[in-house]
């Protein structure tokens, strides 16, 4: 494995990263073949990072989380990301579907803050639906007020955790059309009426578990509103952009992997009487593949720094998750190359982790949204 050089802000944040670096090699590294061969969601992994106080990074402590500013949460990140790509993106999934309560959620739903942010409750964040992904303004599925409850029906697609979630995050249309008509309802697992729908068989990131939600007149109490009527679509993107950097970090720890994986390859093969890593074509390969999982662990880092500093970081956020997940798409590409026919095989992990690069391109708005995110910044 290539050393990788961090500037960590305190000593606390050296023992997190020591700790997750342990947890990922004892917990993860063992288990990821077996489970995504059998498309399992690891929630008893997902639990012990909750126990080990990593799910609840950067959220305050009364509520059970660690304080930690957002550059040493995705880190940690990445470290898991390097090691099993569905946990990683599970743990950034969990910590988006907590940001609603916790930013903007009334006390009496704060209060399921602790068990969330240790691991018992697992959250889901519905907002896409079959009809509408990029236009999550457009979406259809309404809850319309009756006494105490609102009463959700419609669909929702894509959604990670589907069945296996405690909680949901619903967007949903309880007024007129466009942005101001939606709200934020946090609704639990079980709950008649909600009914996830079969999963999906993917092309990576089997392990994690992603299907349709059907709303069939459920009823949520109206005190399970997450902030004001009317607030939803506001909660569903400012939670993304701090998502948006989960998914880049997930991206750098995926390429990272696959740039270890390829250079100690590269170091052990031996063609025309010499290791291939000496042969200047991919000596060079792996040099740019280096330099890009450094460009992309910098953009990310210096977004998460102006979050941490309390300043505008959306457009920040789109370019590090348009830079990283392309970066990570092309080196995991690249690593299968560097191993020759042995990178198209399941023997080797390059093989997976170019499938798995693939939908860090299209999660929490694709690179064509983040392009728009950032050619709007310009315009304006
Ligand atoms: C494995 C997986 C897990 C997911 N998990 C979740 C989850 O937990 N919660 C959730 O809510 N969603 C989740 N999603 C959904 C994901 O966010 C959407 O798939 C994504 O936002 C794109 O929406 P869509 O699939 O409807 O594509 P569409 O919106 O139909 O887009 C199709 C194509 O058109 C392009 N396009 C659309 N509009 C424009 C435009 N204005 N300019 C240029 N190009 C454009 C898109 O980039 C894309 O290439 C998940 C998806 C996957 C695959």
Redesign the pocket.
């Known amino acids: 494995m290539t050393t990788v050089e961090r500037i960590l802000p305190t000593d606390e944040a050296h023992d997190l990263l020591a700790l997750a670096t342990e947890l990922a090699d004892r917990e993860l590294a063992p288990r990821v073949a077996d489970f995504e061969n059998r498309s399992e969601f690891p929630r008893e992994v997902i639990r012990t990072l909750g126990r080990a106080g990593l799910l609840g990074l950067p959220y305050p402590e009364e509520y059970g989380g660690a304080a930690q500013p957002y550059e040493v949460y995705l880190q940690v990140l990445e470290i898991l990301a390097s090691r099993w790509l569905a946990v990683a993106e599970a743990v950034s ?1 969990h910590t988006l579907s907590c940001y609603p309560v916790a930013t903007f959620g009334s006390e009496s739903l704060r209060a399921m803050l602790p068990e969330m942010l240790g691991g018992d409750l697992l959250g ?13 303004a457009a979406l259809t599925t309404r809850a319309r007020r009756d006494g105490d409850d609102f009463v959700i029906s419609g669909s ?6 589907a069945a296996s979630a405690d909680f949901y995050n619903v ?1 949903c249309r309880t007024g007129g059309a466009g942005p101001t008509g939606i709200s934020c309802l946090l609704a639990d697992s079980g709950t008649p009426g909600i009914v996830p729908q079969t999963a ?1 068989r ?1 092309m990576g ?1 089997r392990s ?1 578990p ?1 299907a349709q939600i059907a709303f069939d007149e459920a009823r949520v109490p109206v005190d399970r509103i997450v902030g004001d009527e009317g607030a939803g679509f506001r909660i569903a993107m400012t939670a993304l952009d701090a998502g948006r950097l989960g998914i880049a970090a997930c991206a750098v720890g995926l390429a990272q992997a696959a740039l270890d994986y390829a250079v100690g390859y590269a170091r052990e093969r031996e063609q025309f009487g010499r290791s291939i890593i000496d042969f200047q074509g991919l000596g060079f390969l792996l040099a740019d593949m280096a330099t890009q999982v450094s460009a992309a662990r910098a953009l990310t880092l210096a977004a998460a720094r102006l979050r941490d500093r309390g300043r505008p970081y959306s457009t920040e956020a789109a370019k590090a998750k348009l830079f990283a997940t392309d970066m990570a798409m092309r080196v995991t590409t690249d690593a299968v190359q560097i191993l020759g026919g042995a990178g198209y095989v399941a023997d080797h992990q390059v093989e997976r982790f170019m499938r798995e690069a693939k ?1 860090l391109q ?8 983040q ?2 995110v950032i050619s709007r910044s310009l315009a304006r």
């Open positions: 999934v889901a964040y519905c907002l896409s639906e079959p009809q509408g992904g990029s236009d999550a929702k697609a894509w959604i990670t955790h967007f999906e993917t990131l994690s992603v939908v299209i999660v929490e708005g694709t690179n064509q949204i392009r728009m």
